[in-house]
Structures are given as C-alpha cells and as structure tokens.
C-alpha cells in the first residue's frame, strides 16, 4: 500500500478576513444592502472581481457572457442553462 507524503500546504495561515466587494456596483458586499445588484445580476455579466474590485473585462456571447479579472481569472454564463422569464398571471 502506497503512502502519499504529505503536500507541502499553508495550514490555517488565512485567519484574516477577506473584503468581498459587489460584482456589480463594486462597493463592499458588508456596507449597505445590494439587493438590486444581485437582481441585476441575474440577467448582466459582473463589472467587477468580488475578490479584489479590479474591473473585469466583459464579453457578451451570443449563449451568454464571459467576464475575466486579470488577476483571478475568468468567470462566464452560459443562458442555456438560464431559466426562462417566469410569465406572470394573465390579468
Ligand atoms: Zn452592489
Ligand atoms: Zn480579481
């Protein structure tokens, strides 16, 4: 039976609290309520990275949308898999 030797890993270094920020209007996720920009977000690509606020380069595809951070790579969406806009009650 073959023994793995352990990774070399950072162990628990990462007690600091990571600032997420709004991929959409880029503010702190904490401060205020963004309620409306995840609505947004439903239906438009992100502007900026959550982890680091960088502006994402966006590309809209025709089965969806691609964004990139620079330094976090990128993130994209495909509405194939999107749910269809729910049609209200016929009034
Ligand atoms: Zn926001
Ligand atoms: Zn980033």
């Known amino acids: 039976m073959e023994s793995e030797a352990a ?4 162990a628990a270094n990462s007690t600091a609290t990571q600032t ?3 991929d959409r ?4 996720v904490a401060t205020g309520t963004h309620d409306g920009c995840a609505a947004a977000r ?9 982890r680091c606020r960088r502006r994402m380069k966006v590309q809209v595809l025709p089965a969806g949308w691609a964004a990139r951070c620079a330094v976090h ?6 509405t194939a898999t999107g749910v269809a806009g729910t ?3 016929d009034g």
């Not at 990774?7 to 950072?10: A, D, F, G, K, Y």
């Not at 209007?25 to 702190?28: F, V």
């Not at 790579?73 to 495909?78: A, P, R």
């Open 73 to 78: 790579g990128g993130i994209s969406q495909s």
């Open 7 to 10: 990774v070399e890993q950072e």
């Open 20 to 22: 997420m920020w709004c």
């Open 42 to 50: 439903a239906l438009e690509p992100p502007r900026y990275c959550r």
């Open 87 to 89: 049609v209200g009650a």
């Open 25 to 28: 209007c880029g503010e702190d």
